[in-house]
């Protein structure tokens, strides 16, 4: 074998074993919040948020899971220690709004849903869910600065750096949607 062989063959190696090693991140991120949020990724609303465009072509489902994800990321990277399963369970349900805020023609249409959405959101998860004073604040608050009082506790704050990161990535499209029902409308 040439020393050129060897070079591009461990060029392969490194490079297979870079994805193996995201792979298996993003798997420990799927299994903690499936672990920690199986009963909300299974309930119908949870589910029907599917039907639901949040920013560009993403539901807010798929929103929901990636801030979900992204939370757990920006916690391990900066080394902040908190309540995961808080954690999870508030960026799962930020967003439980239960209605498409584009729709003009919708009961109770508000064009400021930046501002009032928190608070629905928040009221539609307790209704279903027991929520801890964490999963509280992070979902009544992950709008701050919309929100005008501030996050308490450090999860909350968490989620709602990763709520505006996802929200940009989405809205600049370089976080692809995963609505095929509006994806095909569109076509």
């Not at 074993?17 to 298996?24: C, H």
Request: proline share 3%.
């Amino acid at each position: 074998m040439s020393r050129d062989e060897k070079l591009t063959m461990g060029k392969k190696i490194k490079k297979s074993e870079k994805y193996r090693k995201f792979y298996e991140r993003q798997r420990e991120l799927h299994r903690l919040i499936k672990e920690n949020g199986s009963d909300i990724l299974h309930s119908v609303n949870f589910k029907n948020s599917k039907n639901f465009v949040q920013h560009g072509t993403m539901s807010v489902h798929s929103h929901s899971r990636n801030v979900a994800k992204y939370s757990l990321i920006i916690s391990r990277k900066l080394g902040i220690q908190c309540n995961q399963e808080d954690l999870v369970r508030g960026a799962l349900l930020h967003d439980y709004f239960l209605y498409d805020w584009h729709d003009k023609k919708r009961e109770n249409y508000n064009p400021l849903h930046g501002f009032y959405h928190p608070g629905i959101a928040l009221k539609n998860a307790e209704k279903e869910y027991k929520l801890t004073p964490r999963q509280k604040d992070i979902i009544g608050k992950h709008m701050w600065p919309l929100t005008v009082v501030p996050p308490k506790c450090r999860e909350a704050w968490i989620v709602s750096m990763a709520d505006k990161y996802c929200s940009l990535m989405e809205t600049i499209r370089l976080h692809k949607g995963h609505n095929r029902r509006q994806n095909r409308r569109r076509k």
